[in-house]
């Protein structure tokens, strides 16, 4: 129990931009931080969710909250994903071979490329949140980063990672089939919910999935494994595809 947590807290800390009161590191508890990934998720989800009130309740203009709920995100998580899309999509487009798009991945400096990927996905993210209904359900929000975190946990506890990744060595040791169940019913139960109880706009937890799956698939093909910045890459893009069904549907 003291190792679950401890694992907790950690994931907490690390994946989530609140200070956190507990300030603990264990390496041995390091595995099962992915099993509260979905936690995570559900927390920021709610902080999401309640921001978007907020602002209907005070009628703030359209374009304030569009801005608000761009940046809620990214700030809320230190731009941790945005960060390993900026940098798999330099790696990515550079179009070089393997050896070299993984030091790409690895270089501190921002190229072009993440920078035009980085200016189209805020903007793209804000004219949805602009364009959406006055009546859209607020309560997508919730699911949003929940399916997106779960299928991250999920994926880099099966997938292969890469020779450089933290998901490597010691913690691919202390994984079980247990946590690969645990997650997968997770992510069946959150988008079950949002189907029950969403009606039309329940289809965001399967886009995001199908997004988060269809850049995890150029990701891991293009560099050859899993990585910590290769599910940032497929996150981020994934809340985008579930933020359009939000605003569109």
């Known amino acids: 129990m003291k190792k679950l947590c401890r694992a907790c807290a950690m994931c907490f800390s690390m994946f989530c931009a609140i200070p956190s009161p507990f300030h603990v590191w264990d390496e041995e508890a390091r595995p099962l931080m992915t099993l509260f990934l979905p ?7 709610l902080l999401w969710t309640g921001l978007a009130f907020l602002l209907r309740y005070l009628s703030a203009p359209a374009i304030l909250s569009a801005a608000l709920l761009t940046a809620y995100p990214f700030l809320i998580t ?8 900026l940098d798999v999509t330099d790696a990515v487009k550079s ?5 070299e798009r993984r030091r790409i ?25 602009a364009s959406a209904k006055e009546d859209a359900n607020l309560f997508a929000l919730i699911l949003i980063p929940v399916v997106s975190r779960t ?8 997938l292969r990672p890469l ?7 010691t913690y691919r040791q202390g994984v079980k089939k247990s946590h690969v169940v645990f ?4 992510l069946a139960c959150a988008a079950a919910l949002g ?7 329940g289809f965001a937890s399967a886009v995001v999935l199908l997004g988060y799956l269809i850049h995890l698939r150029r990701g891991v093909k293009s560099l050859g494994g899993m990585s910590g910045d290769i599910s940032g890459y497929a996150l981020t893009f994934g809340e985008l595809c579930g933020i359009a069904v939000f605003a569109l549907v």
Not at 39 to 45: N, Q, S
Not at 105 to 125: C, E, H, R, W, Y
């Open 39 to 45: 936690f995570v998720g559900a927390w920021i989800g």
């Open 78 to 85: 230190g731009g941790m994903h945005m960060d390993g899309y």
């Open 95 to 99: 179009w070089r071979d393997e050896e």
């Open 105 to 129: 991945l690895k270089d501190p400096n921002v190229g072009s490329f993440a920078v035009i990927a980085g200016i189209l996905l805020v903007m793209t993210q804000f004219a949805l949140f």
């Open 151 to 158: 299928a991250a946990a999920l994926c880099v506890t099966v």
């Open 163 to 169: 020779g450089v990744s933290e998901y490597a060595g």
């Open 183 to 186: 997650l997968s019913l997770v």
């Open 195 to 201: 189907f029950c109880f969403l009606g039309w706009v």
